[in-house]
């Protein structure tokens, strides 16, 4: 597990947040697509098919390998809805997440507990 200073986080945001919002945008087009490519998979064995069967699977595709590199970095992804990521770090000798979404501005003010989440954020200071 790769752990996080505060510093070291904040600089990869400008990397993430980006990715952050193309996995969102890709979620939508997907969510758009449920029901026809669960038509095409339950007509499968009659050839199945569907309009737009390749943008679809182009889009899980590139879900999954932007969900790959924010794990090589280290970035746990955890809400693609609301671009909500944690960084495991070190406080008072103990693993925490730092812990950002979209919306809360250009640096990281909140921390939790590995077992809070969310709803245990507490700020930096």
């Given amino acids: ?5 505060v510093d070291e986080a904040n600089a990869l945001l400008p990397e993430i947040v980006p990715q952050l919002h193309r996995i969102r945008e ?10 026809s490519a669960r038509a095409a998979a339950s007509a499968s064995q009659f050839g199945g098919g569907m309009a737009g069967g390749t943008g679809y699977v182009n889009a899980l595709y590139n879900i999954g390998k932007i969900t790959t590199e924010l794990h090589q970095l280290g970035v746990e992804l955890k809400d693609y809805e609301r671009g909500l990521i944690d960084f495991p770090s070190m406080r008072n000798d103990r693993v925490v997440y730092l812990c ?3 919306g809360d501005g250009d640096e990281i003010e909140w921390w939790h507990e590995t077992d809070a989440g969310f709803a245990g954020r507490q700020p930096l200071i």
């Fill in 100 to 102: 950002w979404q979209i």
């Fill in 26 to 35: 890709l979620y939508a087009r997907v969510a758009e697509m449920r029901d």
């Fill in 1 to 5: 597990m790769k752990l996080f200073t």
